[in-house]
């Protein structure tokens, strides 16, 4: 799509070879062709979403999360692992091609509010870029025109204050919302005035809460500010948007959201949607599914224990629920696990024929394999064919930042709790718990995951976010914001496996699955996969282990050391960005 986009805008301009809006001439007559008619304006606004900062594929995002076991350990969180030579992510050629726009856009020949339309979707990717930036970087240089090679004062400037910053976003954000005035697209695929509020509801509760817990940036009398515009935007979207949760499907209305073609209209704000005829797929089944490509990730058991009972009591308030097996812990949970993860039941197609699909071990390491973007049939796993759309924004995030934004200043009613929280774990099934907000704080949660958090609202409305928006994308920039980047350190656990040389049923279908062993495979069992759990294998630790060596959880690479300090809260300048202009500075710990 970005080949046709630029192809076009090439086209209004006249121009044969130009394939970059930052080479666009600065004549009078090309600005005119541009800007000077509707059609110019949307041309030059639809490029904007090629740009490369944005997130369309987020099937994958999540590999590097506190609650995903994959196949490496990240350079970023190993000892002496990443440094300023590794680092990436300082480009600044999308911004001048945004910045381009928003300067030249004035032209009486269009209507002042269609220019604003189109002003307020450039500044809507604006303040998305700006975003990514802060959130990577932290201080960044506020740049609002299109600079030219020769402002050598500009281009070898420092970096402005993340205030000055943050503002400028918040002030990009409120003039798209403002002025974008589009409140429907039945594609799902475009930014509406809702894709902008959601937005908003996105960044101010981002910055709010970094704000309130990194007190190291003396901003934390800031903090509310923030939340409070987060709350207002969210709020705007639930009592004007028309959006609501998807309950289609019973048991599976929750999954069906994210392995529909089309984006469901009701919950979705904005996807990326597949294109069969234009090659444009995604690979949802290949990266979920495939032992040699991608990540192999798979929850731990210490995220998969956080899922509530049906009742809506902890599932760690019953006793023994360390040493359960497999196949009944994911008993009478909270539906989202079994939409979520492969559990009894699950089958997919092959060839036409409905086929039993336990977890396979030539891909999961903990037993707990992610189906949420999985298509259930085999067909679609070679490759990037997947044909389900990916929501980009949707209402339940909608719900969970207003219900976060206000808890997190200590104003959150059993109304919006029964409004948010209530209404997400209705569609979980959950009986328990939806229409008041919690008393008792979850001693696990504390624990495992916020020993600084005691109000039982902040850590159930963090739970449900980290379980409803599981795979999607967020989870490890809510782990920056709450400063609890430390859990990335967390051992990757997976289900108990109680003896050796024991075959095990994982699907409760009679037939076994899985046997666990150490030294001698014993005697091939038919349709059984044997794993290797010696403490060594060939003289070499061997990264497939169980926690009591003969019995216990399944752990998974305990022998690589994984380190988060301070520093690993923002991430270097890249080191040629630097050497160029030495007035950024490098960010603390990286120098």
């Known amino acids: 799509m970005k080949k046709i986009y630029i192809g076009l805008l090439a086209a209004v301009l006249g121009l044969a070879a130009c394939d970059k809006l930052d080479q666009l001439p600065e004549s009078t007559a090309s600005r005119q062709a541009v800007f000077g008619s509707e059609n110019g304006l949307r041309l030059y606004t639809n490029s904007f979403y090629n740009m490369g900062f944005l997130t369309r594929n987020s ?31 300082w480009s600044w050629s999308d911004l001048r091609n945004i910045n381009y726009f928003i300067v030249n856009c ?41 600079l030219d090679i020769t402002d050598s004062s500009a281009l070898n400037a420092g970096r402005d204050s993340r205030t000055l910053v943050m503002d400028s976003v918040l002030a990009d954000l409120d003039f798209a919302c403002n002025n974008i005035q589009a409140t429907s697209d039945p594609s799902r695929t475009t930014v509406t005035k809702w894709v902008a509020y959601a937005l908003k509801s996105r960044i101010c509760l981002f910055e709010g809460t970094y704000r309130k817990y990194h007190t190291e940036l003396n901003l934390a009398g800031s903090a509310n500010r923030w939340l409070e515009e987060s709350a207002s935007a969210a709020k705007f979207i639930m009592d004007n948007g028309g959006f609501s949760i998807n309950t289609a499907g019973g048991d599976l209305a929750y999954r069906n ?20 005829n234009l090659g444009v797929l995604n690979e949802g089944n290949w990266w979920w599914t495939s032992g040699t ?9 210490t995220f998969i224990n956080t899922y509530l009972k049906i009742d809506g009591t902890p ?23 079994k939409q979520t993860i492969r559990t009894p039941g699950y089958t997919r197609i092959s060839n036409g024929a409905v086929v039993p699909a336990p977890p396979v071990f030539s891909y999961t390491f903990t037993g707990y394999q992610p189906i949420k973007w999985v ?70 949660l504390i624990a495992n995951y916020f020993p600084g958090i005691s109000d039982p609202a902040i850590l159930e409305v963090r739970r449900e976010r980290g379980i409803e928006l599981s795979l999607e994308g967020v989870r ?93 809260y923002l991430y270097p300048i890249p080191l040629n960005d630097l050497q160029r202009n030495p007035r950024l500075g490098q960010n603390p710990g990286w120098e």
Do not use: C, H
């Open 106 to 146: 004035n032209n009486p020949a269009v209507p002042e509010a269609t220019r604003n339309n189109y002003l307020g979707l450039a500044r809507y990717f604006r303040a998305f870029f700006y975003f990514d930036k802060v959130e990577r970087f932290g201080d960044v240089p506020w740049i609002n025109r299109p």
């Open 375 to 444: 298509l259930d049939d085999m067909r679609f796993d070679a490759g990037a064919l997947n044909t389900n759309a990916i929501p980009l924004f949707r209402f339940a995030e909608v719900l969970l930042n207003y219900a976060e934004a206000k808890a997190e200043l200590g104003a959150l009613t059993d109304a919006e709790w029964a409004q948010t929280i209530g209404v997400l774990r209705g569609r979980a099934g959950i009986t328990g718990g939806l229409q008041a907000k919690p008393m008792v704080a979850d001693p696990y």
């Open 476 to 568: 490890f920039a809510d782990l920056l914001r709450w400063k609890r980047g430390e859990l990335m350190e967390q051992v990757w656990n997976g289900f108990y496996v109680p003896a050796l040389n024991t075959p095990m049923d994982l699907n409760e279908d009679g037939i076994n699955d899985v046997l666990f062993y150490q030294g001698t495979a014993p005697a091939p069992i038919a349709g059984v996969t044997f794993v290797n759990v010696s403490p060594t294998i060939g003289g070499a630790v061997n990264s497939q282990r169980l926690s009591n060596n003969t019995s216990g959880e399944l752990t998974w690479m305990t022998e690589i050391p994984r380190d988060w300090t301070d520093k690993n």
């Open 293 to 301: 490509y991608g990540a192999k990730a798979s929850f731990t058991r």
């Open 257 to 276: 959201v994210f392995i529909s073609n089309a984006p469901l209209a009701n919950e979705v704000l904005q996807a990326s949607v597949a294109d069969v």
């Open 59 to 89: 099937t994958t995002m999540d590999a590097m999360t506190d609650y995903l076991a994959v196949r490496s350990v990240q350079d970023f969180i190993r000892p002496g692992g990443f440094a300023a030579n590794n680092s990436s992510g």
């Open 315 to 337: 599932f760690t308030n019953t006793p023994g629920y360390q040493t359960m097996l497999f196949k009944d812990e994911v008993k009478n949970r909270d539906l989202r696990l």
